[in-house]
């Protein structure tokens, strides 16, 4: 079982910055790649960055390439998400995702790669 925890989503104004992170439980979490997601009202949930086990790799959505940022501390069981430039069309709850699955070789983009899950976090960008 993994527990993941998000925290840090809010309000700013367009062109601000928020750093979510995410706390994951267990002794294992250097073995997971680790994702994050966001879904807008009445919209599907959308791949937003991943990243390895070791952090060596990183993956991006093009719609915040260049934006946001994805690390990890491996020592702190955290994964982060550094949102700079942020846009009205970022408003979303933001989840982030554990991938457990050792076979996979590349970074998941789809929600259906990723078996756990945190609550979401918030992030509302005023114009």
């Known amino acids: 079982q993994v527990q993941l925890v998000e925290s840090g989503g809010g309000l700013v104004q367009a062109g601000g910055s928020l750093r979510l992170s995410c706390a994951a439980s267990?002794?294992?979490?250097?073995?997971?790649?680790m994702g994050w997601f966001r879904q807008a009202p009445g919209k599907e949930r959308e791949f937003v960055a991943a990243?390895?086990?070791?952090?060596?790799?990183?993956s991006y959505a093009d719609s915040v390439k260049g934006r946001f940022t994805i690390s990890r501390d491996n020592a702190k069981n955290t994964v982060y998400l550094q949102m700079n430039s942020l846009k009205p069309e970022d408003t979303a709850v933001y989840y982030c995702?554990?991938?457990?699955?050792?076979?996979?070789?590349?970074?998941?983009?789809?929600?259906?790669?990723?078996?756990?899950w945190g609550q979401g976090t918030q992030v509302t960008v005023s114009s």
């Open positions: 995702a554990a991938d457990t699955n050792l076979m996979r070789r590349r970074l998941g983009v789809r929600a259906i790669e990723y078996d756990y």
């Open positions: 990243i390895s086990r070791s952090g060596g790799s990183t």
């Open positions: 267990g002794r294992t979490f250097s073995s997971y790649s």
